[in-house]
């Protein structure tokens, strides 16, 4: 069975930090470009920052994110990570991580959305 499953959420202070992983079973993530989301009540899913295939050499990040969190692979791991830094109030949502195999490109897989696998989501909250 092909999963993705997201850890790391959890309640942080504003200004606090958390890191987030995204762990693939039944297939390698190393040739997928894998994209991390979120969904906060009341708005629509969107991409945070993805990252391309094998060397994850090309990333793209949102601008409300960027320069705060930081997106990583481990393909000797199977996980794709997402780091985050300074968070706001804002950036409180159900996080997702997803894989697509040809999605021409890492900010098509943000922006459109692009994705052939999802993940069941965790929650990041920030308050004080």
């Known amino acids: 069975q092909l999963q993705l499953v997201e850890s790391g959420g959890g309640l942080v202070q504003p200004g606090g930090s958390l890191g987030l992983s995204c762990a693939a079973s039944g297939f390698t993530l190393d040739y997928y470009t894998i994209g991390w989301f979120r969904q906060a009540p009341g708005k629509e899913r969107e991409g945070v920052s993805c990252i391309s295939r094998t060397d994850g050499s090309s990333t793209y990040y949102a601008d409300s994110v960027k320069g705060r969190f930081t997106i990583s692979r481990d393909n000797a791991k199977n996980t794709v990570y997402l780091q985050m830094n300074s968070l706001k109030p804002e950036d409180t949502a159900v996080y997702y991580c997803?894989?697509?195999?040809?999605?021409?490109?890492?900010?098509?897989?943000?922006?459109?959305?692009?994705?052939?696998?999802w993940g069941q989501g965790t929650q990041v909250t920030v308050s004080s």
């Open positions: 997803a894989a697509a195999q040809n999605p021409f490109t890492v900010q098509a897989m943000c922006v459109i959305p692009i994705a052939d696998y």
